[in-house]
């Protein structure tokens, strides 16, 4: 790795970390991706991190938030967009023919799709706006 690439990395690790800490499995390649959602029975919360301001100041704070209940999925799991590009975009293949969008939350009950919050539903909202609505998520499938 260059000391570029080394640096950069350096930087988005608390990026990453601020979902590991709170129980966040991170899938780094695609076969990561395939076996967590080869398992199809329960919830599995995806996660598609992302290096912009709404993630950092809105997802991420307001996905936190959201685990703070007893009600919440059985599997936590992250791929990060532009670093992970690989697993980001098997992930991706999951998602039922919804558009890319980072940062991204994705609610799977017993392996199908059924919820999800786009950038466009996080982006000029609130932590506890993110929060709230994923609460209801799970509240419905969990």
């Known amino acids: 790795m260059s000391l570029e690439l080394d640096f950069y990395a350096m ?7 601020e979902l590991t800490q709170i129980g966040f499995q991170e899938l780094k390649t ?18 598609v991190n992302s ?3 709404c993630a950092g100041g809105i997802a991420r704070p307001g996905i936190a938030m959201s685990l703070e209940t007893d009600k919440r999925p059985n599997r936590l799991v992250s791929v990060f967009a532009g670093q992970d590009k690989d697993a980001t975009s098997r ?4 998602f039922e023919n919804n558009p890319p969008s980072s940062p991204s939350v994705w609610l799977f009950k017993d392996g199908k799709l059924v919820s ?21 998520m799970y509240n419905a499938y969990c």
């Not at 930087?11 to 970390?17: A, G, L, V």
């Not at 695609?30 to 996660?47: I, S, W």
């Not at 992930?91 to 999951?94: D, G, I, K, N, P």
């Not at 609130?126 to 994923?134: D, F, I, N, W």
């Open 51 to 53: 290096v912009c301001g």
């Open 11 to 17: 930087m988005i690790q608390p990026m990453r970390d």
């Open 91 to 94: 992930a991706r293949e999951y």
């Open 116 to 136: 999800q919050l786009h950038r466009s539903d996080i982006e000029g909202t609130s932590a506890a706006h993110v929060a709230g609505r994923l609460k209801e």
């Open 30 to 47: 695609p076969e990561e991706v395939d076996t967590v959602m080869n398992d199809k029975e329960g919830t599995t919360l995806v996660v």
